[in-house]
């Protein structure tokens, strides 16, 4: 019988996707932390003011690009039918329940572990499906020796959305910090050129 793939789930906004995000899937998918990286489409909260926050197509559009030709890689909206708000044990269950070939590990950056114990059932996603953290400058994971976390030292690119916002809509070329076509994609749609 075929060994089970293990699958990451590294959710976001995306908004937009860029380089960053596909250089750390690229490298936990290639280096054998998992054996492939689903990059999970977070919804736009409806209680929440949406400020830049695109409308989910539009970022889903982006991911579409991003991951064309990508090895590896793959897009989830599986989010975008949940009811709101998604927990992010809700989309791991609904995952296992659709794809029970499959095991899953959500992918967290450190600045998130730290605030982790404050998840929904915290402890059930480490339990049932591990975590795997990768680490980003400043904040530290002190205790490494607990059931289901993996800690990751991948190469970082210190670059945000919120940066290639703000770049974008002071008439900066973000073409080098996104994934090919992206770019042209929100230069077309004319998106993140008016802030607020």
Not at 68 to 82: F, P, Q, R, S, V
Not at 98 to 126: C, E, H, T, V
């Amino acid at each position: 019988m075929e060994e089970s793939k293990t699958i990451g789930i590294l959710g976001g906004s995306f908004n937009p996707v860029h380089a960053g995000h596909m250089m750390l899937a690229s490298y936990l998918s290639q280096w054998g932390y998992v054996d492939e990286v689903w990059l999970t489409l977070s919804p736009r909260n409806p209680l929440k003011e949406p400020g830049d926050l695109l409308p989910d197509m539009k970022r889903l559009s982006m991911l579409n690009i991003a991951v064309k030709g990508a090895t590896k890689i793959d897009i989830c909206d599986i989010e975008l039918t949940m009811p709101k708000p998604s927990y992010t044990i809700n989309t791991l269950e609904l995952l296992r329940e659709r794809y029970p070939d499959y095991k899953f590990k959500l992918i967290i950056g450190s600045d998130n572990w730290r605030i982790f114990d404050q998840w929904r059932d915290a402890q059930r996603i480490l339990d049932e499906f591990g975590v795997i953290v990768y680490l980003r400058p400043g904040y530290p994971v002190e205790q490494r020796h607990i059931v289901g976390l993996e800690v990751v030292d991948a190469p970082m690119m210190n670059v945000s959305s919120t940066f290639i916002r703000d770049a974008i809509a002071r008439g900066r070329n973000m073409n080098y910090f996104l994934p090919a076509g992206v770019y042209k994609y929100i230069i077309d749609n004319k998106l993140y050129q008016n802030r607020k």
